[in-house]
């Protein structure tokens, strides 16, 4: 998930990872990834739709998924 070459920067890259708890496998909710970046429930939730229609639109998507679930079962 992080060698993702989406047009994301940094910052909205590790929100969707914290979010999805895809790191550390703690999910989080909106409210918390926002206040760990000083940012609005809302402003989470546009990150978020962002990046998902981003990995859907994907041509790399299959191997992302793949990817996800490789590290999610270690």
Same mark, same amino acid.
């Given at each position: ?6 047009? #994301? ?5 590790? %929100?969707? %990872?914290?979010? !999805?708890?895809? +790191?550390?496998? %703690?999910?989080?909710?909106? @409210?918390?990834?926002?206040?760990? #970046?000083?940012?609005?429930? +809302?402003? %989470?939730?546009?990150?978020? @739709?962002?990046?998902? #229609? ?11 998924? +793949? @990817?996800?679930?490789?590290? !999610? #079962?270690?």
């Amino acid at each position: 998930m992080k060698d993702i070459s989406l047009d #994301n920067d940094k910052r909205d890259k590790q %929100i969707f %990872i914290d979010l !999805y708890g895809l +790191e550390d496998g %703690i999910v989080k909710t909106l @409210e918390e990834v926002g206040g760990k #970046n000083n940012l609005s429930v +809302e402003r %989470i939730r546009q990150i978020e @739709e962002k990046i998902s #229609n981003q990995l859907k639109n994907s041509p790399r998507f299959m191997e992302i998924a +793949e @990817e996800m679930l490789e590290d !999610y #079962n270690k």
